[in-house]
Each structure stands twice: as structure tokens, then as C-alpha cells.
């Protein structure tokens, strides 16, 4: 099966299984999903969707986290974990956003992996939820789904990001992703995915690698 027709095949059945899948962060406005992928760095969505139903309520603006208390913040944030470097990060994001974009959230790349703690894989996630802008968000279930299933044999986040791009039509990124999260935690889970349960199965390159492994052992014997 050539590549484009393994990818076109994995959409068919991941729009049955997962339709019209969404970012698992709650957000009522580009400042809250920003925030919101800040804290998410080492922390399950699940916590930073808690402490943000928090946070909203006390700081309310750009301004309310640029003017922020490091202290405070860090108090109001510490579940998350790496606490104190978050808090920077937000207060240092925020007061770029109101120094040079109005207390606005830009769309550009280089605007938004300008702002600290906002790396590739955030800002295309904001490019894709706020700016409808297609871009493959490497986390760690992007990272870990597309080596299993023969999408790409690169390491890196950035080289997966470029290898993804040339292979994911472009009005599927964005969903591909949410997608990719949702069968990640409900399937292809680490370290041991379901595979009798998945259901791309019969087609995953990780089942024709256990398969050839398999075939080879058998004529060892």
C-alpha cells in the first residue's frame, strides 16, 4: 500500500472511530488555550483543565497575568508541576503579547515561538484550534503513533514535524492530531498498545513488523 493511500486509509477509519475530534484542553479564547499549553508541559491535560477553571476566574486579561505575582502564580499553578518555570514563562509571554501585539495572541510561527515556553509543538496547536492554519503537533503522542505505525522513522520532534507535513494532507493536520491523541490513550498505548482491539490493525506497519519478525523466527526454527 502506497503511503498516500495508508494515510487516506487510516482518515477513513479514524473519522468512524473519532469523528470530528477536538482539543482535549478547555479554552474559551486564544489567552485561555495559551496559557492552557503552557501548563500542559509534563502534566496530563486532564489536571491543567482543573487548575484552569481556577485561573480564569482570577485572572481574567493579558494584563491580570503580566501584572501577576510570581509568587501567587506559582501557588496557583503548582499542581501542575514545574511551577516556578511556568509562571515565568506566562508573566514573560504576557507582557510580550501586550508590549508588542495589543494583548493579542498572534498567528505568525516566529511571533509565537518568540514567546517563552512556546515552542513548535504549542504553536501549532494554536495555528490549528484559533487560526484554522494546518500544522502536525508533535507531542508525545504524535511522536510515539506515527513511529508505530510507519508514518515516519525520525527522532526528533522537528524532523517529524517536516516528514509528517509532506505526508498529511493539509485540511487533515490539525485533525489528524486530536485524532492521534485519542488513539494513543485509547489503543496504541505506551509502552503496551491493544492491538487486537485497534482499528487500523490489519494495516498498521507495527503489526507487519511483528509480523516479519515472526516469519523470521519461524524459519530459524
Not at 92 to 107: A, D, F, H, R
Not at 185 to 191: F, L, S, T
Not at 196 to 219: G, H, L, S
Amino acid at each position: 500500500m502506497k503511503i498516500n493511500e495508508y494515510v487516506l486509509e487510516i482518515k477513513k477509519r479514524f473519522m468512524a472511530e473519532y469523528g470530528e475530534a477536538e482539543c482535549s484542553l478547555n479554552y474559551e479564547n486564544p489567552l485561555e488555550l495559551l496559557i492552557a499549553t503552557q501548563l500542559a508541559t509534563q502534566c496530563t491535560d486532564a489536571r491543567v483543565n482543573i487548575v484552569m477553571k481556577d485561573l480564569v476566574k482570577k485572572y481574567k486579561t493579558c494584563e491580570d497575568y503580566a501584572n501577576a505575582d510570581l509568587q501567587e502564580l506559582m501557588d496557583d499553578i503548582h499542581s501542575t508541576g514545574f511551577y516556578r518555570n511556568k509562571a515565568k514563562n506566562i508573566i514573560g509571554t504576557c507582557k510580550i503579547l501586550l508590549e508588542e501585539y495589543n494583548g493579542e495572541v498572534p498567528s505568525d510561527m516566529d511571533a509565537l515561538t518568540r514567546l517563552p515556553g512556546v515552542g513548535r509543538k504549542i504553536a501549532n496547536l494554536m495555528r490549528g484550534d484559533v487560526f484554522g492554519i494546518p500544522g502536525i503537533v508533535v507531542d508525545t503522542h504524535c511522536t510515539r503513533l506515527s513511529a508505530r505505525m510507519g508514518l515516519t522513522k525520525e527522532k526528533e520532534q522537528t524532523k517529524i514535524e517536516k516528514d509528517l507535513v509532506k505526508k498529511i494532507p493539509k485540511d487533515y493536520q490539525t485533525l489528524f492530531c486530536h485524532q492521534l491523541v485519542e488513539h494513543g490513550r485509547k489503543y496504541c498505548k505506551a509502552p503496551t498498545p491493544k492491538c487486537e482491539e485497534c482499528c487500523i490493525n490489519d494495516i498498521c506497519k507495527k503489526r507487519d513488523v511483528k509480523t516479519a519478525r515472526t516469519t523470521k523466527t519461524e524459519k530459524a526454527k
